[in-house]
Structure formats: C-alpha cells, structure tokens
C-alpha cells in the first residue's frame, strides 16, 4: 500500500513530541545542536501503574546536555506538560520520564484503527530495503519433520512481518542438492529402484535412507529407465538418480510446505554455484585471495573440543581472526574440494551482490557453533556493507498427553511435519511453533493444540475473533442496519461516540489496541515474531475478560438495549478488538475464523 496511506501511530507522535522538546532545548543551549536523538525510545512502562508510556530521553542525552540525568529530566518534563495529550508527566529513578495520557487519546486511537482497518498496524520503518530471508532449507534427502517445521514457521511468519514493517522481502530456499548427503540418497534411491525391479533387497543397510518415501522415486526410476541404470557406470548411474530423487524430493518438500501455507520466490541450488556459467565458490576465493583474506597455512591443533574441520596439513585458509573469528577456516578438503563453508561464503555472496545486504538465516539448533564464522565472511566478502542476522530454532519435543510421541514409520527414523499437521490443523501447528521465544526448546502436546480452552493459546486468540463476530451477530436486533461486510460495518461504526468509553477496563483494551504498531516496530526490527503471538494473546485475554465482566455487571455488556450510543461505541471498540487479531493472526499465518466449530 502507498506510503501516505499508513497513518503515523499514538507512539510514533509522542515520540514526536519527545523529539521536538529536546530540540527546543538544543535551541535553549541546554542541548547541542543537532545532537543524536535516535537513541530516544517511548515505550510502555514495565508497571502499568507508572503511567501510560515511558521515555529514557534524559537517560540518553545528558552526557551531551552535561547534566545529571534527573536534572535534564526536569527540562524535558516543563516541555511535554505543556502538551495537550499529556495529562501528566512523572520524573522516576535516576532519570525516566513517565507520561500519563489524556482519556480523549485512546478515544483517538480507536478511531485510528477504524481509520486505518485492515492497514492498522503497519509502517513504513522498512523504507523499501531489501531483505532476503533463507529459511527451511533442509537437506532434499527425505520428508520434513517437525524440527524443521518450526524454523519453516518461524521464517515465513518473519518474512510476513518484515513486510509489514515496509520492508521489501524476498523468502528463500537454499537446496544443499551437493555434498555427500546427496550420494547417500542416490545409492539408497537406487536399492528402490531395484526392489521396483523385483530384486529382493533385504534390510536396508546401515548408512542408507531407510524410509518408505524413496519407495516412490524407485518406482519412477524403473518405469523411466527400465533395466538401463544397471548397466551404466557408477559415476553415471549416481548422476542420473541424484537428479530424479533430489526433483521429486523438492516436490515433496514443496508439498509439505503448501500445508502450512509456505511458499519461497526463490529455490536456490548448491550446485550452481560451481556447475553453472562460472564457478561462483572459486570466483569468491579468489576474490578474498586478492584482499589478502585468503593464505596457505597449517592450523594450531585445537585446544579443548575438537575441531569438525581441523586437519593437520597445510591447507587454504580463510583469514576469519581478521574479522572476530576464533580460528582461520579451511576453504578446501585435502581431496580438493569445497568446504561447506565455502561454498556457504560464495552464496552469501552471491545474495550481496544481488542487492540484498540485509540477510537473515533461520538455522537449526545444531548450527549454533557456525554463525560467528559466517558473520566473520560476511563482513569480508561485503567490505563491511553487508549484515547477515542468524536465528537459531531451537528443538521441537514432541508430546501426547505429556508423553514423546514414537517415529514416523513413513519416515524411518522421525516424526513428519506432514502427519504433524494432518493431526492438529496448520492453524495449531504455526501459532504454537511462534508462541515461544524461538531460542528455547518447545514441547508441542498435540492433545493439548487441539484444546478448547483458554490454555490452548491458538484457540483462545481465534476465539476472541470469533466473539467478536458474534457480537456483531446479537446486535444486529438492536441495529438492523449494522453491515456484514467489514468495510461497511466499519464505516457505519466511525459515527460512533467512542468518548463514551470511560471504564477502566474499556480504556485499557483501547490502550493495547494503540500499542499493536509499535509492536509490530519492535518486532521487525528484532527479527522476533513470537512478540505478535504473545500480545495478540494479551489483547484476546483482555477482550474476553471485558465479555466476562459484562456478564456479572450488565451496564458494561456490549449490547445495551435501551442506549444505542453506548451499544455503538462498544461494537466499534469490538471491531478495532476484531480487525486487530485478524491483522496479527494474518502476520503469523493463521486464520481468523468469525466462528468456531
């Protein structure tokens, strides 16, 4: 949407506010001028009872004011009283400032979100960069299972809310479709192709792929090829397997990601980097070897731990210690091939020169060891320019009722994300894969996902969607002319007098609504989508204790039958309630149901 059709949010204008009272102070000799107000922050306080929102402005600045904290604090106060949202402003500990708003103001913000509908929420912080987000990436060997379902989620619902945020994203699959992986699932595609044959081949051996899912490229190989691959050399017959099994396993991986509603621009291939027009990993050495990052050299043995990649021999060398790395890292094996690492280092490059110098990488938990070294190429191979942010997803631990659930014999050895959502829904599966820090282990109970209550995260934030629709619903008896389609209903609804919301219960919901864009700010900008998951759950938990409440005191109901302005105002707090869980629920990649069967 155009950039003058996002309205500036209740938090951004205070922060205005901050901004202009110091700038009048710069002009008053108490700040310099053009002095850093970045660093300024207006955010909710950690105690509600401290006020509505909280600035560290004095904290920040007083070093260039050469002041004492509380001292600048008072300056800035004497400007913000003046105001007119402010109703109060609270000097507190060595130097915040707390600010209490007017009542009017939330009137204000809900009509704001009315205003905006469907476009309430987002920003234009982004500025249009470029953001390219690898994630999934899983190894074309075999299904997926539920490990990388949750950093599937987590990269999708990131890359949503980046775009939200006015960025310009680009979601991306990097196809490790090299490597000895990729042999592994040719010889034990090729024992299928085999058994299609009609060969007995007995148990699988160790070391091959033992699941049924390569039962189909065997059969697809037979029907092809005939007796043909048996007769070729082994170079030729693992070439001719590799590619089958490897497109139908990326069929199948594309298949499983549709489920749960995922889809990546861009399908990136290993392989190309050094079988296409040029050779892109050695192009990237050479081009490190020419800035001096590149050197022949013997490693220290490692001290402590064992090194994966330590060989004792002089070998090529990435100079990573010249940028924050613990050792230099090996670019080639001692058979002459590619290090993982280099060609991870060449496709990173490979991104940077296509424009995209903000990258971000959803890795698994094993990988944790690896990002210092690749931001370490990052920084060399883009002169600095580029910055790569790599999050981690940690593991899933698979529960029912409280106990592991046993493998998938689909699969072998793992439980699918296919039978994950078959079981519970995708709406379960990627609401409770983003309500947990992605950083932490998940137990994900599939009896407890599928729960009606309010324990059940995913089905209580649904459900205060749903309400809501209901409220609409019942009140059609009191306003027959009250529209179904959202954007009528909303508009019939900005008539309303919504000053009219004055409970202390009313104004704290209005006051949650008005925080949804700079959570989605502050989200984005920490790469941390579960933050939308936790406060679309705060907003629905609050909603229906508003609902709960109108039950034990009928002049709080949202329906009152004898004042249809108060009725009016109270349908239009319940839609900005309603298109707020749709637009957070859309950001995570979950329906908002207006019923619940």
């Given at each position: 949407m155009p950039d003058q059709a996002i309205p500036t949010h209740l938090f951004a204008q205070i922060l205005a506010r901050v901004h202009a009272a110091c700038v009048a102070l710069a002009g008053e000799d108490t700040l310099p001028e053009g002095v850093d107000l970045s660093r300024i922050v207006v955010e909710p306080p950690k105690d509600a009872s401290h006020g509505d929102m909280a600035t560290n402005a004095a904290m920040v600045l007083a070093k260039d004011a050469k002041a004492k904290p509380r001292d600048l604090a008072e300056k800035i106060a004497e400007k913000l009283r003046a105001e007119d949202q402010i109703a109060e402003v609270v000097i507190a500990g060595p130097g915040f400032i707390n600010l209490t708003l007017k009542p009017a103001v939330w009137a204000q913000a809900l009509r704001a979100v009315l205003d905006a509908g469907a476009s309430y929420g987002r920003s234009r912080i982004g500025g249009a960069e470029k953001v390219n987000v690898e994630y999934v990436s899983a190894n074309p060997t075999g299904p997926m299972h539920v490990g990388h379902?949750?950093?599937?989620?987590?990269?999708?619902?990131?890359?949503?809310?980046?775009?939200?945020?006015?960025?310009?994203?680009?979601?991306?699959?990097?196809?490790?479709?090299?490597?000895?992986?990729?042999?592994?699932?040719?010889?034990?595609?090729?024992?299928?192709?085999r058994e299609a044959l009609g060969e007995p081949i007995g148990e699988i051996p160790e070391g091959l792929y033992p699941g049924d899912y390569l039962v189909p490229v065997g059969t697809a190989l037979a029907a092809e090829h005939g007796p043909a691959l048996k007769e070729m050399t082994e170079p030729q017959l693992l070439s001719a397997v590799r590619a089958k099994a490897i497109a139908m396993m990326m069929e199948m991986i594309r298949a499983d990601l549709a489920a749960l509603a995922i889809t990546h621009e861009v399908f990136f291939s290993e392989r190309s980097l050094i079988e296409g027009e040029r050779n892109r990993v050695a192009d990237t050495i050479d081009f490190l070897r020419a800035k001096g990052d590149v050197y022949q050299g013997r490693l220290p043995p490692p001290?402590?731990?064992?090194?994966?990649?330590?060989?004792?021999?002089?070998?090529?060398?990435?100079?990573?210690?010249?940028?924050g790395d613990d050792v230099d890292r090996p670019l080639l094996k001692s058979d002459g091939s590619y290090t993982y690492f280099a060609s991870d280092i060449a496709y990173h490059k490979v991104k940077f020169d296509a424009g995209f110098g903000n990258m971000v990488d959803v890795w698994g938990a094993d990988h944790g060891g690896y990002i210092k070294r690749m931001q370490a190429a990052i920084t060399a191979v883009t002169g600095g320019e580029g910055a790569l942010d790599v999050k981690i997803v940690q593991l899933v631990r698979l529960l029912r009722n409280g106990e592991p659930v046993k493998m998938s014999k689909r699969s072998g050895d793992f439980v699918t994300l296919r039978e994950v959502v078959d079981e519970v829904g995708s709406d379960?599966?990627?609401?409770?894969?983003?309500?947990?820090?992605?950083?932490?282990?998940?137990?994900?109970?599939?009896?407890?996902?599928?729960?009606?209550?309010?324990?059940?995260?995913?089905?209580?934030?649904?459900?205060?969607?749903?309400?809501?629709?209901?409220?609409?619903?019942?009140?059609?008896?009191a306003f027959p002319d009250l529209p179904d389609a959202t954007e009528d209903r909303i508009a019939f609804l900005k008539a309303a007098d919504v000053e009219r919301l004055t409970d202390p219960v009313e104004l704290d919901l209005l006051r949650r609504l008005a925080l949804f864009p700079r959570t989605i700010e502050a989200a984005a900008l920490a790469h941390e989508p579960h933050r939308v998951a936790f406060y679309l759950y705060d907003l629905a938990s609050e909603f229906h204790a508003l609902w709960t409440r109108g039950r034990d005191l009928p002049h709080l109901r949202f329906i009152i039958n004898n004042d249809a302005e108060i009725t009016k105002a109270r349908l239009a707090m319940v839609q900005g309630v309603v298109?707020?869980?749709?637009?957070?629920?859309?950001?995570?990649?979950?329906?908002?149901?207006?019923?619940?069967?």
């Open positions: 379902c949750r950093g599937a989620v987590f990269g999708d619902a990131l890359a949503n809310l980046l775009e939200t945020a006015g960025y310009d994203v680009t979601r991306e699959y990097y196809i490790n479709d090299a490597g000895a992986q990729v042999d592994v699932l040719a010889r034990s595609a090729f024992l299928r192709y001290k402590g731990a064992p090194v994966e990649d330590y060989e004792d021999r002089e070998q090529t060398l990435f100079r990573a210690t010249a940028y379960a599966v990627r609401f409770m894969m983003l309500f947990r820090k992605n950083d932490a282990v998940l137990d994900f109970d599939l009896a407890k996902v599928i729960e009606q209550s309010k324990d059940n995260p995913v089905f209580y934030v649904q459900y205060g969607h749903a309400r809501g629709h209901s409220i609409f619903r019942n009140a059609k008896e298109s707020v869980l749709a637009s957070g629920l859309a950001i995570l990649g979950v329906t908002a149901p207006d019923e619940m069967r």
